[in-house]
């Protein structure tokens, strides 16, 4: 198999669920984009048992943020930081800053995970997982 037929097949394998095709313009240096992540991330907090709502306005104490997926009742959620959805300009560090006194406080649960973190679906699963395993330790998710 070319190296080109691997990729794609690895791409549409993920967790046994068929991902759409992506053209070679849609590709991206670390291989996926920013919907691609979204539908990563959505698929794991769910299956932690989250009721995700997608581009959620969060707006509390002066913050305000579009976050990629949030459940309002549990407090948590996710932000994927990507170059293609504009989020180096909306999400700046003052923004990241308040929600990081929140969530050091226990009142928030949020995954902020940046693009050029998360270089392969397997890192992104990786530590979506690792965060919502903590997010079960800390009691947040039963």
């Given at each position: 198999?070319?190296?080109?037929?691997?990729?794609?097949?690895?791409?549409?394998?993920?967790?046994?669920?068929?991902?759409?095709?992506?053209?070679?313009?849609?590709?991206?240096?670390?291989?996926?984009?920013?919907?691609?992540?979204?539908?990563?991330?959505?698929?794991?907090?769910?299956?932690?048992?989250?009721?995700?709502?997608?581009?959620?306005?969060?707006?509390?104490?002066?913050?305000?943020?579009?976050?990629?997926?949030?459940?309002?009742?549990?407090?948590?959620?996710?932000?994927?930081?990507t170059?293609?959805?504009?989020?180096?300009?909306?999400?700046?560090?003052?923004?990241?800053?308040?929600l990081?006194?929140?969530?050091?406080?226990?009142?928030?649960?949020?995954?902020?995970?940046?693009?050029?973190e998360?270089?392969?679906?397997?890192?992104?699963?990786?530590?979506?997982?690792?965060?919502?395993?903590?997010?079960?330790?800390?009691?947040?998710?039963?």
């Amino acid at each position: 198999m070319a190296a080109s037929e691997t990729d794609r097949t690895s791409r549409q394998r993920l967790a046994g669920v068929r991902l759409p095709e992506m053209t070679e313009q849609e590709s991206h240096p670390h291989g996926f984009t920013e919907a691609h992540g979204r539908f990563i991330l959505k698929r794991e907090f769910e299956t932690a048992g989250l009721r995700i709502t997608e581009d959620f306005a969060f707006s509390e104490d002066g913050i305000a943020i579009n976050l990629d997926g949030f459940d309002p009742e549990a407090r948590a959620g996710y932000e994927f930081i990507t170059t293609e959805a504009g989020d180096r300009t909306t999400v700046t560090p003052a923004i990241i800053d308040a929600l990081e006194q929140k969530m050091d406080a226990g009142t928030l649960h949020i995954f902020l995970v940046d693009e050029f973190e998360a270089m392969t679906e397997e890192t992104l699963t990786f530590a979506a997982i690792q965060f919502l395993k903590h997010l079960h330790r800390r009691g947040v998710l039963k």
